[in-house]
Structure formats: structure tokens, C-alpha cells
């Protein structure tokens, strides 16, 4: 697409899989980076930002790899502005239906001075990288980092010099989180109208939301003329994050009256796609959040809920089968089959093989016998349980736990290490420290508990507790979930979880590299 074709219709570049796992602790699997891949194609996702080739082995595989697999979807590597990134960004990419190398350098002043270039070496690497990016691919993107911070002629200047030098797209990013709407949409009109070349590319916006603005700041670019707005499902994405894909597209569905353009994203597979990236990231979506947060489309006031009956339009903008939504209610039993299971899952918006399925199924079982009262939430919930079972170095067999108020919490655990049973008796202030104590008795680490957080799944004594463990070893922060009717249990899970994805991340980066770490000294 070029900005003189389809005038109203908006990309959508997701990147939950490069900019969305750099939250700390967001790490996700190979798998679980090719399933969101293939998720964000199917919904109808423009291009899918991939990963950042250069930054670990385990960046170049998962973004080869989704480069061969992506069926609809541009599929798009970052690369800094150094010849060996880009060429490592396209031999990932380059296998791909549709390739893109996107490249970027800071360009404010507090940017320029890390690779301590001045305003004329900068624009040097800058023509020598967007070329060398175009001579490979012929679809390049570049983006002037901390855009929104830089000097309005050098900014000026550099856009321009990426142009000629063959850039397709021209990002332009709130790195900080910085700019506000009426500010967004008047930076990208005066570029488009002032910069030479300007009507020949896509313009983009790539928002971050420290001062709770993104969406309404990438919504705003897109009225100054962007085309192409640079997002995340959940808004996933380094300190506060990224505008959330999920919020852009529904804005521009439901409000299509004042702003008339479209994106080509399926919203009724929003729903499951917010719900997996929550899983596997360990981040999970916050109740009140825009479009997919658990009370999105809850009602407790009574005259709420009285003009609810009368007509759902009095007090919803957008229907929840909308975004993949179906109403939370009491559907399965014990004695309900496989079929009606997958039959379900189906209306939840969950897609699952034979296999995935037959361990579903053992566990809803299991389940059942538990609890008087099985929802839709809970079935959710085991979705994501069954994800733990990737990559799983340790895992949990048995525990028991004695306590009260007769003295210290004694844990008594068996598991298993790379195959091998080992078990360990410990004592902790309360079942869940002294269950700590005994899984770092037969795995020794030195990772710090940096979060232990308990939700519930339902209500009543006997719903599932979803429990969140985040664990920081050497500049490396993962997170590990788990869900359970006992609590103690689901918290063992999950601090078993969050250990298994630090064996992954350490396997990734190698001894006290982490992939942010990363940085100027080491481009040429």
C-alpha cells in the first residue's frame, strides 16, 4: 500500500512478540511465540513484528521460523542502524511471503549522544543503512527513535534522507511515552506536508503509554494522515506499555462516524488472542481494562443493570460476541464429555488439537470432582495450565503441606528434575515459603522473588486461585503462572513455571546476557 491508495483503510503492526516480550519478565517459548504468530495472522494482522534477529540465537529461530509459517501477514525483524544487524534481520526474514527489514537509530539529543555521533554523522549511517537495508529487501521501514523528542528541522531532515534512501515506511515513535493527541496528529501532518518525498511512503505511529495516552495519541497520528499504527494485544510492552491493538481496532469500528477508516483485523478473535498473550506472558489482563479486561462488559449498579434489560445498547457501545466474548455462566458438569468440551472451548474462542485436548480433558475432570460449579473462567484458566507443560525441565509430582497455629509450615515435596524424582522436606514462615524453600532445595538458584500475587478465578471457597511468581537472576526476569483450587499448590506451579522459563531464557542468552542488554558498543 502507498499513501496515495486506499486513502481510509489503517495497517495494523503488531508487535506483542518484539516490543511486548521486552516487559520484563514477559519471556515466552519458541512455541509459544510461533502460536501468537499464527494467531495474529489468522485475525488478520498487516504485519507481524517478529522479534529482533541480532539479539540472541533464540530471536533468529523464532523469527525464521515464523517468517516461513505466516500465510496473510508482512513479516517484519528490528535491526539497529549496523550492517551485520540488518543483514542478520533479513536472513531471518527473508524466507518469508512477504519480508520486512525495519531499521532504526536514535535520533534526539539524548539519543544521538549514545553512540555519540554527531547530527551529520548520524544522517551519514542513516542513508548508508536504509540503502543497504533497500539493496536486500524492498520493503523497509525506518524509524528516527524518540521521534518525538527530536529537533523539528533535524527530525525534518532525517526522515527525508531515509526516504531517498529507499525507506517504505516511515515510523515515527513516542519512544517515552512523551507527546499528547493534538501534538501526535500535527508532527505527522507537517511531515507529510513538508518533507520531500513524504506522499510516496506510509507514515506510522508507535506509541507508548507512560502518561496513559497511546491509543488516544496513535488514534490522533492516524487523523494527521498515518496509516499504520504500531501496537500490542494488551498493550503489552516495556514500563507502561504500548498502545493495545485491541483498543485502536474497536475505536476505529465503533466510533467509524468520526473517524472513517478501517483495519482488516477479524475483532472477534480478539478475545482469545488477549487471553493467550496473557498466558504465556505471565501478564495477566488487568479487570477494568478497555475491551478485554474482566468487567469490560460488567454491570453492578442497579440502574445500570435495569437499563441493561431494557436495551444493552443503553450502557454498551459494542456487543461482546463483538471481541470474541461469550457470557460467563455454568455450562459443564462432571459428567460431560470430550465433545461438549471442545464444543465449549469452541465458544470461547479456543481452537485445540486432539492431544491438547485429551490433556484438557484429564484435567477438567480433575476439576469437576473438586468444585461444585464449573464456569467458563475456570476452563479459561486450565487452557493456560496446560501451557506449563512446555519445556518443562522441573516439574511438580506431590505435595503436602502441614500447617496452623501449632508452629512453623512444614512442605513435604517430590519432583522431578530432568526426568530424575527428588524430593525435600522443608519448614517457612507459611506453607507457601516453606513449599519456596523446598523446590530451591532440590533446585538450588539464586533468583529473587521480585512478585507473589494470588487472584481468584470464580467465586466461592472453592474456586481456582490463579497465582503469579516473578523471579529476577541476573539482569533476567521471567514470569511463571499456575492455577489450582489449592492455593498452595497453584503457588509451587508457579514458582516451578517461572523456573522453567529462566532455564529457557538462560539456554537463550548465555551467562548475565540478557537480550535488552544489548547496546551500542557492540555495533561497528
Not at 534512501?165 to 501532518?189: C, F, K, Q, W
Not at 491438547?356 to 484435567?363: A, Q
Request: aromatic letters at 4%; a negative charge.
Amino acid at each position: 500500500m502507498t499513501a496515495s491508495s486506499e486513502k481510509d483503510r489503517v495497517l495494523i503492526f503488531d508487535t506483542t512478540l518484539r516490543d511486548g516480550e521486552q516487559s520484563p519478565g514477559a519471556t515466552m517459548t519458541h512455541t509459544e511465540k510461533l502460536e501468537i504468530a499464527g494467531l495474529l495472522d489468522e485475525m488478520g494482522v498487516d504485519i507481524i513484528e517478529a522479534g529482533f534477529p541480532i539479539a540472541s540465537e533464540g530471536d533468529f529461530k523464532a523469527v525464521s521460523e515464523i517468517a516461513r509459517n505466516a500465510q496473510n501477514a508482512v513479516i517484519c525483524g528490528l535491526a539497529r542502524a549496523s550492517f551485520t544487524d540488518i543483514d542478520r534481520c533479513w536472513d531471518a526474514v527473508r524466507h518469508a511471503r512477504r519480508p520486512r527489514i525495519h531499521t532504526f537509530i536514535g535520533t534526539s539529543p539524548l539519543h544521538r549522544a549514545i553512540p555519540n555521533l554527531t547530527m551529520d554523522e548520524m544522517a551519514d549511517r542513516i542513508h548508508e543503512t536504509v540503502s543497504h537495508a533497500r539493496n536486500l529487501c524492498d520493503n523497509v521501514q525506518w524509524s528516527p527513535m524518540d521521534a518525538t523528542r527530536t529537533e523539528w528541522d533535524y527530525l525534518c531532515r532525517v526522515v527525508e534522507i531515509a526516504i531517498r534512501a529507499g525507506a517504505t515506511t516511515i515510523n515515527i515513535p513516542d519512544t517515552v511515552g512523551y507527546t499528547a493527541p493534538a501534538e501526535s496528529a500535527d508532527l505527522i501532518r507537517r511531515l507529510i506536508a513538508e518533507v520531500p518525498g513524504a506522499g510516496d511512503v506510509v507514515f506510522a505511529t508507535h506509541c507508548h503509554n507512560d502518561l496513559g495516552m497511546a491509543t488516544a495519541n496513535a488514534l490522533a497520528a492516524v487523523a494527521g494522515g498515518a496509516r499504520q499504527i504500531e501496537c500490542t494485544i494488551n498493550g503489552l510492552g516495556e514500563r507502561a506499555g504500548n498502545t493495545a491493538l485491541e483498543e485502536v481496532v474497536m475505536a476505529l469500528k465503533v466510533r467509524h462516524d468520526i473517524m472513517p477508516w478501517k483495519t482488516g483485523v477479524d475483532a472477534s478473535k480478539i478475545m482469545n488472542i488477549s487471553r493467550r498473550v496473557a498466558t504465556v506472558s505471565g501478564f495477566p489482563v488487568q479487570f477494568n481494562k478497555a475491551i478485554v479486561g474482566k468487567n469490560a462488559f460488567a454491570h453492578e449498579s442497579g440502574i445500570h443493570q435495569d437499563g441493561m434489560l431494557k436495551n444493552p445498547e443503553n450502557f454498551e457501545i459494542m456487543r461482546p460476541e463483538d471481541v470474541g466474548l461469550t457470557e460467563s455462566n455454568l455450562v459443564m458438569g462432571k459428567h460431560s464429555g470430550r465433545a461438549a468440551l471442545r464444543d465449549k472451548l469452541r465458544q470461547l474462542g479456543f481452537e485445540v488439537g486432539d492431544n491438547h485436548l485429551k490433556d484438557l480433558f484429564v484435567r477438567y475432570k480433575e476439576l469437576a470432582d473438586r468444585k461444585k460449579e464449573v464456569y467458563d473462567d475456570d476452563l479459561v484458566a486450565l487452557v493456560g495450565a496446560t501451557s506449563e507443560a512446555e519445556n518443562e525441565h522441573l516439574q511438580l509430582v506431590s505435595l503436602k503441606v502441614v500447617c496452623g497455629t501449632g508452629g512453623p509450615a512444614e512442605a513435604m515435596l517430590e519432583m522431578e528434575v530432568e526426568g530424575r524424582e527428588a524430593s525435600a522436606t522443608e519448614q517457612g514462615d507459611g506453607p507457601v515459603d516453606a513449599s519456596f524453600k523446598a523446590v530451591r532445595a532440590i533446585y538450588p538458584n539464586n533468583a529473587r522473588l521480585q512478585l507473589y500475587q494470588v487472584s481468584a478465578v470464580t467465586e466461592g471457597t472453592d474456586a481456582q486461585a490463579t497465582v503469579t511468581v516473578r523471579l529476577e537472576e541476573d539482569g533476567r526476569i521471567v514470569t511463571g503462572t499456575s492455577a489450582d483450587t489449592d492455593t498452595v499448590v497453584a503457588s509451587a506451579r508457579a514458582y516451578i513455571h517461572a523456573l522453567n522459563r529462566l532455564i529457557v531464557r538462560r539456554a537463550k542468552t548465555g551467562p548475565g546476557e540478557d537480550r535488552r542488554e544489548i547496546n551500542w558498543k557492540d555495533v561497528s
